[in-house]
């Protein structure tokens, strides 16, 4: 039997990171589309880094979810290593609340993208949909999960706040 297909790629600098990027993860699940979720930094682990950002197109990953906290060169390094499109996470660092995170991962010089997302859940979050919604331009049945999940979401909106909640 062949391997289900993994379009997605999730990596992150560290152990520390898998809080946030889980919401990546879960979404992704959510919407029944395949990732691999590995630790590969560019600062403590720099030639898993290039192995994988060299072989991620011919691993078959299609789109690139990138996590890091503090100075995140990760995102931008698999950006220069790689063709794939890659999503940015600013994980919420102690010290200085992610936005330092954020900042490194945003300021990317002309020429190579990293598409930034927002600091911590959110961000993981809306990495994922975005991941989706790429993925979903050239697979009609993920686009309809896709529409399917955000028409749940607007349903649980409710018309007035209630008490206790
Ligand atoms: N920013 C990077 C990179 C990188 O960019 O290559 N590698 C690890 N880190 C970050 O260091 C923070 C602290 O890591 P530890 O908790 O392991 O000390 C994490 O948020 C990680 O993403």
């Not at 630790?39 to 950002?53: E, G, K, M, N, Q």
């Amino acid at each position: 039997m062949s391997e289900p297909a993994r379009p997605v790629a999730i990596v992150m600098g560290s152990q520390s990171d898998w809080p946030t990027l889980r919401h990546a993860a879960e979404t992704l699940d959510a919407l029944g589309v395949g990732y691999d979720a590995r630790i590969v930094s560019a600062h403590r682990t720099p030639d898993r880094l290039y192995a994988f950002a060299k072989g991620a197109k011919s691993e078959g990953f299609q789109v690139v979810v990138a996590g890091a906290g503090g100075a995140a060169h990760l995102p931008g390094m698999v950006a220069a290593l790689t063709e794939l499109p890659v999503l940015g996470v600013p994980v919420e660092s102690k010290a200085l609340s992610g936005v330092d995170s954020l900042y490194s991962i945003v300021q990317m010089p002309a020429g190579i993208p990293v598409g930034t997302l927002a600091i911590g859940k959110a961000g993981a979050v809306n990495a994922a949909l975005l991941a989706a919604a790429m993925l979903a331009n050239h697979d009609p049945a993920l686009a309809k999960r896709l529409a399917d999940w955000r028409a749940k979401q607007t349903g649980a909106v409710a018309e007035r706040p209630s008490d206790g909640a």
